[in-house]
């Protein structure tokens, strides 16, 4: 499984969404990202790219597409 | 009463703390103690103690032995948040430097520890969270007035995390011992301290383990529908 696919299923599964739903998605546009689905999605992203992220990147944590820029931090290449 | 869980006592070097892990590790369970200084756990080390060195008020070590917990059991069930500082002065008398040491080490590096622990915790649907507070955070003391704030700031955080935390069933939990025999009244002299045991109902000092058993109850699945409350350890204290 590719890294682009790890990081889509984490959305798909802990949000509970499809995948045509990912494509730009932003934090709080859909009710099923609200900060508890958040704070799922994070631990979810922890697991499976085995790192820990830093709360201020928890909280920049605004989209599909500045997660995968925040993740270049942790040595995550999407 | 904790076997195969997980847990994280931070202050062990001493006093309460290192009670706490001697009582946890004796049942069962895989202790992670936490100190600043290297070298002051090592009479307590054993198979199930592990040292974690770092300072509470370092983000960097507190993530760094999150890391190396996730990396040697994949999960955490029990953080006790017991390391704090107690400085006294009048009011007039409290320089901005002491209240941020306080506030630092008693206030946010709990909050921080907590957003860690939770996220372990949230994975998991389970854990249990020990915020060691104090009688004074409830009632306040004289020359306290910082002291006993971080100490009401504790048991606020203690509620507001158990209602927000439910949901995973992750429990919170404080413990807000009176006098407890250990350095932190090393200052106190003896005519003092006579007078404080004076005014406890027992008439004795607590003792390091009479919280760590209190802790041991929360931390174990006897008290698996207990959450937000904040269990005094004070044998009838007047403060
Ligand atoms: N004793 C009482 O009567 C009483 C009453 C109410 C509440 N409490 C609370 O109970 C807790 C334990 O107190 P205690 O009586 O056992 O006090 P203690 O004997 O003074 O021990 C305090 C512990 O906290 C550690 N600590 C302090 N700052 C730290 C930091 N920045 N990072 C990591 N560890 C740090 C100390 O480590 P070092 O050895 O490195 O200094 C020590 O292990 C405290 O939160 C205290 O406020 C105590």
């Keep these: ?18 995948q045509n739903q990912t494509t730009n998605l932003e934090y709080q546009a859909i009710p099923e990202w609200d900060s508890i689905g958040h704070m799922s999605l994070i631990t979810a992203l922890e697991d499976v790219f085995d790192i820990m992220m830093d709360t201020d990147d928890i909280i920049d944590f605004s989209s599909f597409e500045k997660g995968k820029e925040l993740l270049k931090k942790y040595d995550v290449q999407i | 009463m904790l076997d195969n869980k997980v847990a994280l006592v931070t202050g062990a070097s001493r006093g309460i703390g290192k009670a706490i892990v001697e009582v946890f590790a004796k049942n069962g369970a895989i202790v992670y103690a936490n100190a600043r200084k290297e070298g002051d756990l090592d009479d307590i080390i ?48 409290i320089s901005g430097e002491v209240m941020r040491e306080i506030f630092e080490t008693n206030v946010f590096a709990v909050a921080e520890l907590i957003q860690f622990a939770s996220k372990f915790m949230i994975r998991q649907k389970s854990g249990s969270i020990i915020n060691i507070s104090s009688l004074v955070g409830v009632n306040g003391n004289k020359g306290q ?67 760590a058993n209190s802790c041991l109850f929360l931390a174990s699945d006897l008290s698996e529908y207990v959450t937000g409350q904040v269990i005094g350890v004070d044998g009838s204290a007047l403060i």
């Design chain 2, 46 to 93: 054993s198979e199930n103690i592990i040292p974690l060195y770092f300072d509470v008020t370092d983000n960097s070590g507190i993530k760094n032995a999150f890391s190396q917990i996730k990396k040697e059991q994949g999960r955490l069930d029990i953080l006790v948040n017991n390391a704090g500082i107690m400085k006294d002065a009048l009011i007039g008398m």
């Design chain 1, 1 to 18: 499984m590719t890294n682009l696919q790890k990081y889509e299923n984490a959305f798909i599964e802990t949000l509970g969404i499809e």
């Design chain 2, 145 to 211: 007035l910082v002291y006993s704030a971080s100490k009401g700031a504790v048991i606020s955080m203690t509620k507001t995390a158990a209602k927000e935390l439910a949901q995973y069933n992750i429990r919170v939990n404080s413990i807000a011992p009176g006098i407890i025999d250990t350095d932190l009244h090393s200052f106190v002299g003896k005519e003092h301290m006579a007078e404080r045991i004076a005014g406890i109902g027992m008439k004795r000092l607590g003792t390091p383990c009479d919280v």
